[in-house]
Nanobody
Framework: VQLVESGGGSVQTGGSLTLACKTS??????MAWFRQTPGKGREGVAA???????KYAESVEGRFTISQDNAKNTLYLRMNSLKNDDTGVYFC????????????????????WGQGTQVTVS
């Protein structure tokens, strides 16, 4: 399984970006976006469970939307109303297991990771 992110870049505060994660190999039931910000560990941002139900971190609820296009094998993260605190490296993650919602934003739930894409908000 390979995950390749794209769509990162620099944006002004209040702006929007859409990240994409192209997957190859098997179709996996659990997928998510994480971010690593300066001085912090990897934080779960948004995830989709096996049935397509999303889960969001409180810090992005109402601003970010996770979605999936199965025909294109692509996971998306639409980010609106971006804040300086959203700056970081964003990673796509996937796993073969069906995870309980409590574990969807925990990095230990994922075996497969992309290389990351930088998002800078200023």
């Amino acid at each position: 399984v390979q995950l390749v992110e794209s769509g990162g870049g620099s944006v002004q505060t209040g702006g929007s970006l859409t990240l994409a994660c192209k997957t190859s190999g098997d179709t996996l039931p659990t997928m998510a976006w994480f971010r690593q910000t300066p001085g912090k560990g990897r934080e779960g941002v948004a995830a989709l469970d096996y049935s397509g139900v999303p889960k969001y971190a409180e810090s992005v609820e109402g601003r970010f939307t996770i979605s999936q296009d199965n025909a294109k094998n692509t996971l998306y993260l639409r980010m609106n109303s971006l804040k300086n605190d959203d700056t970081g490296v964003y990673f796509c993650a996937a796993d073969r297991a069906v995870r309980h919602p409590l574990w969807l934003l925990d990095e230990r739930s994922y075996d497969y990771w992309g290389q990351g894409t930088q998002v800078t908000v200023s």
